[in-house]
């Protein structure tokens, strides 16, 4: 009886410790996955393919790793006065004061709605712009080899809607359009680079 109330014991310790042990390999993997595939994004390699997918207001963008920085809770935002209205103002991002754009109202859409999703993706230190987007979603990592290239010549677009920081579009598996947004372009841009009424 003594027996089968240990053999009890230990088959009951080990179901209980092999699922933790299996959540913790799986994180594991995932960790060293995602690391991989940030770094080969971030040395240059499959460039298209290692994006940072985001969504702000209703749009869905892609973003190159390289120039994508911090994302942090888009927390309380200082208001600066005198400012176009997509310049929310500035925000406390790991001890630095960035500067924070409405890109859809940028853009002339319709303001985003801050909610607990939204988040602050800031600029790479890379850029030399200390800045971010108010994103209403971080929609992870997107790989845009796997979507079809749109032809916008073929769409005959206007060109006054074609913005230098939009690189491409490209059109997933369920019919969603991405626009490949250019943060380097976007700061360059002189309408952007005047906050100021």
Partial sequence: ??????????????????????RRARL????????ERMQAAKS??????????VQIGKNKYL??????????????????PLTKSWYLGLSNVRGSLT???DYSLFEGSEPTSVDS??????????????SGLLVSKVLGLR??????????????MPDQQKKNWIINRFLDSDGQIWSQLSLSSLVQDQEFLQIGL
Avoid: W, Y
């Fill in 1 to 22: 009886m003594t027996e089968n109330i240990s053999e009890k014991s230990i088959t009951s310790t080990e179901t209980a410790v092999s699922p933790s042990v299996t």
């Fill in 28 to 35: 594991r993997d995932f960790q060293s996955q995602l690391m």
């Fill in 44 to 53: 240059g390699a499959h460039i298209r393919a290692n994006q940072l997918g």
């Fill in 63 to 80: 973003i190159d790793l390289r120039e994508a920085g911090e994302i942090v809770s888009a927390g309380n935002l200082t208001k600066v």
């Fill in 99 to 101: 500067s924070v754009i």
């Fill in 117 to 130: 999703s939204c988040r602050i993706l800031a600029f790479s230190n890379s850029l030399s712009f200390n």
């Fill in 143 to 156: 790989n845009a080899d796997e979507m079809d290239l749109i032809d916008e010549q073929a769409m005959n």
